[in-house]
Every structure is written in structure tokens, then in C-alpha cells.
């Protein structure tokens, strides 16, 4: 089994930037796609960005403002978001795959391990 870990969450200003990370540990993590995941009250969890090596994606609701990265010696991934919004408040989750698994990016069913996710909170 792989263990996420992530950090960086917070109250952040209408406007303002956070940066989470998450880090993946575990003997049968084998460096597939990393993505995350965002889930705000009462509302279900929604797909916000993905990379897996080459390849990056993003929700048309954070395109421009959200960058992601890994760093792959590290087994991290990050998430730079800029221009935040009050609704990008929600908890935001950690998803990884094997790099041997397919389905498309966007589906939660498509990732096996999630992490416990760090709360965004965004006051306007």
C-alpha cells in the first residue's frame, strides 16, 4: 500500500496563493500519475489536476491560476494555486496511481491510494 501525506493547506485571503504537497511512501508505489482532488461541503469530490510524467491536466475551473509539479527523486507532487477564489474552498485530497493502471485522469475510481486531505479555505 502507498501512504500520502500532504501539507500546505490553510486560510488564505481572496486573491492570496498556497502551495500544498503531498509525499508518497510505500514499497509498491511505482511512480504512475498524481493527482488531485478537491471536495467542498455537501458537494462531491471533483478531479482539480493531474501529472503523470510528460503529461499535465487541469479542471477548466483552475486553468491559469493552478500549476502542478512533481518531484519525482522525492515521490512528491505539488500544487501551486495562485488567484485564489472563495470557491476553491474545500479539503483537497491526494490521489496516486500505479503506473500500470489506466482509466482517465478525472475519475476518482481511476486511483488506488488516497491521501487524508488538508483543508483550503479561501475568505473573501
Known amino acids: 500500500q502507498v501512504q500520502l501525506v500532504e501539507s500546505g493547506g490553510g486560510l488564505v485571503q481572496n486573491g492570496g496563493s498556497l502551495r500544498l504537497s503531498c509525499a508518497a511512501s510505500g514499497r509498491t508505489f511505482t511512480g504512475g500519475a498524481m493527482a488531485w482532488f478537491r471536495q467542498a461541503p455537501g458537494k462531491e469530490r471533483e478531479f482539480v489536476a493531474v501529472i503523470d510524467r510528460g503529461y499535465t491536466g487541469y479542471a477548466d475551473s483552475v486553468k491559469g491560476r493552478f500549476t502542478i509539479s512533481r518531484d519525482n527523486a522525492k515521490n512528491t507532487v505539488y500544487l501551486q494555486m495562485n488567484s485564489l477564489k472563495s470557491e476553491d474552498t474545500a479539503v483537497y485530497y491526494c490521489?496516486?496511481?500505479?503506473?500500470?493502471?489506466?482509466?482517465?485522469?478525472?475519475?476518482?475510481?481511476?486511483?488506488?491510494?488516497w491521501g487524508q486531505g488538508t483543508q483550503v479555505a479561501v475568505s473573501s
Open positions: 490521489a496516486v496511481r500505479s503506473r500500470y493502471s489506466s482509466g482517465t485522469y478525472d475519475l476518482t475510481g481511476s486511483y488506488a491510494d
